[in-house]
């Protein structure tokens, strides 16, 4: 599966964005999707997953409560809304998907990752 993510920027602190990451092929739906980041000079860390219906999110303590995962199987999508961003969610984010349920916060769970978009929030 290619993955195409978008919808990155800059935009002040305190404010939103809406990441996307569309997916090629007729098997979106049999793929967890997983969101990344990567903040310059830093590793890639795990921000958020939904499961495969979409009944089932995960996220990391630094994006709970700002964050929300979800998925349209029938557009082949997923998103990413961040709200009350703070500069230190400045990073390239990726997209990802994973054959497995398991691990979802852990880079090699996945199988396929797209080339990211970058997010600037300004202080």
């Known amino acids: 599966v290619q993955l195409q993510a978008s919808g990155g920027g800059l935009v002040q602190a305190g404010g939103s964005l809406r990441l996307s990451c569309a997916a090629s092929?007729?098997?979106?739906?049999?793929?967890?999707m997983g969101w990344f980041r990567q903040a310059q000079g830093k590793e890639r860390e795990f921000v958020a997953a939904i499961s495969r219906s979409g009944g089932s999110t995960y996220y990391a303590d630094s994006v709970k409560g700002r964050g929300t995962v979800s998925r349209d199987n029938a557009k082949n999508t997923v998103y990413l809304q961040m709200n009350s961003l703070k500069p230190e969610d400045t990073a390239v984010y990726y997209c990802?998907?994973?054959?497995?349920?398991?691990?979802?916060?852990?880079?090699?769970?996945?199988?396929?990752w797209g080339q990211g978009t970058q997010v600037t929030v300004s202080s």
């Open positions: 990802a998907a994973s054959g497995r349920e398991r691990r979802l916060d852990q880079r090699d769970a996945y199988d396929y």
């Open positions: 092929g007729r098997s979106f739906s049999s793929y967890v």
